[in-house]
């Protein structure tokens, strides 16, 4: 039988690197550990914040379900460990707090491709191939294993991932995962608008064909707008031209290529939302 | 000149098909998409196609390239018509030539399967009731929540 899945947000971290809490992190007025827990609330049957002893009173951290760390390990694993022994019975989708351009999309696939019979299902790193460890499914079983790898002196849930026989998957949004450690990451995700990022409005050009053309009665416009990707764009034109075809029927295209849902979008670019095709 | 095209003017099958003379080809298959009375048993008058041309030449190239190399076929031509489209007018024409007839059949049969599914090309269907509906798309307005089983033509593009 699956075991019921539940999820764990990471935001134990000391972030030396960043500076300043990245839990607490704002963009568009929401906290970095509030998105997460967003994103993953509706795809788990519970869903807990991970924290250190000490951050237990922190009211950030506060407002949410806690699994405290036991202490005695260093590192995200303490973490996932903790969970492990407080629901035994339970996988966990783990993800890190600091993923900006973090998606629901990404987290479905996961799920869906999710293997039980395996110790967890993970992302192959779009940089180096590797699994990332911090958005992840780790079923029951792995907890035993991952007490053995803490026992033999090792923490890293990367090289945990690396020898447990993970199912290893390619990223629908090889972006999806790029964290954010330091300023100078936390800027360059900004610029990249992300699905998180404080996007100030600018110009894109929209085309429209055949039945979108028709409800929106016109064959292009030019639309001033803070979508940051084409999913909030369709969003927000649906809002305005009432458009009947809901967006799991589309496909998107940006400057004339197909394109991803949760692509960033940038001024000037031109995007046309493609309703189901009839050649031939 | 792409392999890929669209036309705004009555498809002309002679010029096209002289195109692909090869003296390396000892097969040709042509298939023809023609304009019928009829669809899902609804009297049709005349068709209207539209495209996103920009998108479409590129994928459409794309499959013209793979049908190439998929069956190691010589020379492949695939154009689609667009604009208002009485019957019997021809929507899309495809012509392969091949060294022998059986690469030249699967590459013809591959290409129409795939520019059907995954070129953007929109069909609008003018009834004789008066009626008109863009095909594919209908469905999907009409019956948004219901999208695991009508089998409108997404499944073919891998792109994104």
Redo the contacts between chains.
Sequence with gaps: MTAPLHGLVLAGGRSTRMGRDKAGLAFNGRSQLERAMALLGPLVSRAFVSVRADQQHDPLRAAFPQIVDAGGIDGPAAGIRAAQAAHPGAAWLVVACDLPLLDAATLQHLIARRDPQRLATAYRSARDGLPEPLCAIYEPASGAALDAFLAGGRNCPRKFLIQSATLLLDQPNPEALDNVNTPDDLAAATARGGAAGAMPARELHV?Y???L?EQAGRREEAVSTRAATPRELYAELTARHRF???P??L?V?VN??????SRPLAAGDTV?F??????? | MSAFRFSHAPIDAAPLREELLDTHCGGFTAFE?WVRDHNEGQPVTRLE????E??GV??GERIMQEARERFGVTRALCV?RLGDLGLKEV??WVGVAAAHRDEAFKACRYI?DE??????????EHYLSGDSG?????R???H?HD?DHHG???AG?P??
């Design positions: 085309q064909f055949a039945l053309r009947s075809l809901a799991e029927h496909k295209a004339a290529e197909f394109s991803d849902w046309v493609i309703p189901p095709v009839a050649g031939g | 998409g196609y539209e495209a996103f920009a998108l590129r994928e689609h929507a899309v129409i520019v059907k599914h995954r070129v953007p090309i929109w069909k609008k863009w095909v594919n798309c209908e999907c307005a009409t948004a999208h409108h033509d997404h593009a792109h994104v």
